[in-house]
């Protein structure tokens, strides 16, 4: 299969997972692992799609998190992180791996923004400081696609 086919059916794949899993690294250097939403689900976030819409091709991705949370302070100390995205059922699973890098742009935010979230934060508000968002440009992709491995590097 070719590397630009591959690449459609991981993005088209994220686009339908039900959560992302982050893995980075705790301050005593152990993994860790957590359930995220997954803001590239279409049917969940269907107000973010435009954001995805020119990154199938790099698999660019946003997270959010509270500033506040210890997550936060790892994700400082050490940027490096993976996402899993799978459908088991079909025997597809995609593991981004890269640096989260901090995104301060409102507009951004605005755009990712959900009413519910609310709910999250202080101000109940966009631009509530405990609001971060993260992004994850991946250097290597790696998963199984009903059964076929594939492993590749994307430009940084």
Known sequence: MSHERLLAICAERMATADVAYLTNVDANGYPKTRAMLNLRNRDQYPGQIELYADHTQDLMTYITT?????????????????????????F?????????????????KKTLWV???A????????????FTLLRLYPREVRGWNRG?????ELPS
């Open 66 to 90: 509270n500033t506040g949370s210890q997550k936060r302070g790892e994700l400082e100390a050490n940027g490096r992180i993976s996402l899993y995205f799978c459908h088991p059922g079909d």
């Open 92 to 108: 597809f699973g995609v593991n981004l791996t890269g640096d989260a890098e901090i995104v301060d742009d409102l507009d951004i």
């Open 115 to 117: 009413e519910n979230w």
């Open 119 to 130: 709910q999250y934060f202080p101000t109940g508000k966009v631009d509530d400081p405990d």
């Open 148 to 152: 076929e491995k594939f492993a590749f």
